[in-house]
Structures are given as C-alpha cells and as structure tokens.
C-alpha cells in the first residue's frame, strides 16, 4: 500500500517539475 501511495504521490509531484523544468529551459534557450 506505501508503494503504491509514494508511486501516485510521485507521478502527481514529477509531472509539474518537468513542466516548470521545460518551460525554464525553453526560457534558457530563448535567452
């Protein structure tokens, strides 16, 4: 059961971290 909530905790918490992390280097890149 702990796996399976830190497995769904972790998709919930990666998916706006590589979010804010493209739109840094988006940003990086344009600069």
Known sequence: ???EIDGER?????EPLAVV???ARR?????
């Open 1 to 3: 059961m702990e796996n």
């Open 10 to 14: 972790g998709s919930v918490v990666t």
């Open 21 to 23: 992390l493209n739109a």
């Open 27 to 31: 940003r990086r890149c344009a600069l």
